[in-house]
Nanobody, 116 residues
Framework: QVQLMESGGGLVQPGGSLRLSCAAS????????MGWYRQAPGKQRELVAA???????NYADSVAGRFTISRDNAKKMLYLQMNMLKPEDTAVYYC??????????WGQGTQVTVSS
């Protein structure tokens, strides 16, 4: 089964940028619709961006125009470029399958903190 490992989080000031990466193992990564999720303290996990195997993207209204999801199927990598970050973007970010109810085992996520 595909395993997922997120990285690239950190502490950034409002208005700043971060690029998250998700490394996947296994041979089936390229067939999945993949997405980035986030979970803030006390809140449910939410899907913020998704990308099909051939690069079609979709974004939550809260991040549209600021975040860009991309993937490299040959390298089995998923990315999230986050610009114009806001304090409300503070959360643990995860990658996983983003279509239907099937999910891979969740990784540990990467913490993003937006604060001055």
């Amino acid at each position: 089964q595909v395993q997922l490992m997120e990285s690239g989080g950190g502490l950034v000031q409002p208005g700043g940028s971060l690029r998250l990466s998700c490394a996947a193992s296994g041979s089936l990564f390229s067939i999945y619709v993949m997405g980035w999720y986030r979970q803030a303290p006390g809140k449910q996990r939410e899907l913020v961006a998704a990308i099909t195997s051939d690069g079609n993207t979709n974004y939550a209204d809260s991040v549209a125009g600021r975040f860009t999801i991309s993937r490299d199927n040959a390298k089995k990598m998923l990315y999230l470029q986050m610009n114009m970050l806001k304090p409300e973007d503070t959360a643990v970010y995860y990658c996983n399958v983003a279509r239907g109810s099937y999910r891979l085992n969740w990784g540990q996520g990467t913490q993003v903190t937006v604060s001055s």
